[in-house]
Every structure is written in C-alpha cells, then in structure tokens.
C-alpha cells in the first residue's frame, strides 16, 4: 500500500505570497490532519478533515485554511505569508481516529523569505 | 503553562540500557495517550497508544500511564542504535477531538 503522499516536498516563497500544499492520503483512509511543525513551537494541529468536513481545528490565524476532496485528498492553504510561518507542514491520514492509527507523510519543507 | 510538557534531552545512553521517556499533563481530560519516534527529516510514525491509563507493551517498548499524577513514560528495553530518535507524546481528550503533542525529546544510544 502506498503511504501518505505530500506535494510539493520543498517551497520557497516571499511575505505577502499565498501558497497551497497537497496530501494524498492511504488509500481507504477518510481522516486527513494537518500540523505545522517549527523548532521553537514543536508539532501543532492546524486541523482535521474527515469525509470532507472539518472535524477539528486548532488555534491558527484564519490565513490557515484548508479543504478536503471527495476522493479524500487533501489541501490546505496560507495566505498573506509572513516569515513565521516557515516550518515543516506534515500531512497524516488515518481510517477513521487519528488517535488509534495515523500515518504521516514526509512533510512539505516551507520557507518564506 | 504547556498542557503537555516534555524534556527535549538530549538524552544520550549506552546501547543495551532501558531508557525512560516521560510526559507530564495538565488537563485531567486527557484520554488518549500516544507516543510516535520521528527519524531526522522524516514524518513522525505512531509507536504506541493508550486509553485511559494502565501499562500497553509492545515489543521492547512499554507504555505507562499515570492518571492520578497525570503522568506518561514509554520504556525502551535493549535498546538499539536504531532507536536514537526524536520521541513525541501526544494526548487528546477524545477520539474526535484534536491531538496535543509533547515538544519531544532526541534521543541517541551509543554503540
């Protein structure tokens, strides 16, 4: 079974840019969740969709939004960049509870200069 | 205050030792616990979870969960070099609620 794809891996932008990031969960898996995750603040959960809701957010600007797809597939997207939102965005899929079972993605590595 | 609070480390032990890994929490809500091991540039992969509290084993790892002192240890027996990560704890309140995760601690196990 393939795992949890995200596109694209790496992504340079300037402050004020908007930018969109991709997660292709496992196949069969209806939970999407996102996080950011930096050196100074660690892994935080930005939100979850589940069948194409959100179930959850965390506490993020409204800059931070995200959507889900019919086929489970899963974007999210920043506007306005500022340069504090350089960080390790990681995508996890998982059946039903992240809490049980969830499986991350590699990440998409964001820099904003 | 941090809900969840965890050492950073480094922690560094010889291969073969039993390391220790703890969380401690705030929020008495908490009912799943869980642990996840993140390799350097690689997303986090869950190791183990629990509900409610009691011990959980798996393999050379065991998961321990204090309620009462709201307290969380995962012990690794014989421990390994390929065991030298970074390790995360993580807590939520319920299944559809969102997860809290511990700033995580790196560990490295000397050959």
């Known amino acids: 079974k393939a795992g949890v794809t995200q596109t694209p891996r790496y992504l340079i932008k300037t402050r004020g840019q908007q930018v969109t990031l991709s997660c292709s969960p496992i196949?069969?898996?209806?939970?999407v969740s996102w996080y950011q995750q930096t050196p100074g603040q660690g892994l935080q959960f930005l939100f979850e969709?589940?069948?194409?809701?959100?179930?959850n957010k965390g506490n993020f600007p409204g800059r931070f939004s995200g959507r889900q797809f019919s086929n489970s597939r899963s974007e999210m997207n920043v506007s306005t960049l500022e340069l504090g939102d350089s960080a390790l965005y990681l995508c996890a899929s998982s059946v039903d509870s992240p809490q049980e079972t969830q499986y991350f993605g590699p990440g998409t590595r964001l820099l904003v200069l | 205050q941090k809900e969840v609070e965890q050492d950073p480390g480094p922690l560094s032990v010889p291969e073969g030792a039993i390391v220790s890994l703890n969380c401690t929490y705030s929020?008495?809500?908490?009912?799943?616990f869980m642990w996840y091991r993140q390799y350097s540039r690689k997303g986090p992969e869950l190791l183990m979870y629990?509900?409610?509290?009691g011990n959980k084993e798996d393999g050379r790892f065991t998961a321990q969960v204090d309620k009462s002192s709201k307290y969380i240890s995962l012990f690794i027996r014989d421990s390994q070099p390929s065991d030298s990560a970074t390790y995360l704890c993580?807590?939520?309140?319920?299944?559809?609620?969102?997860?809290?995760f511990g700033s995580g601690t790196r560990l490295s196990i000397r050959p």
């Open positions: 929020n008495s809500a908490f009912q799943y």
């Open positions: 196949s069969g898996h209806r939970s």
């Open positions: 969709y589940f069948s194409e809701t959100q179930r």
């Open positions: 993580a807590m939520s309140h319920s299944s559809a609620s969102k997860i809290i």
């Open positions: 629990t509900y409610s509290s």
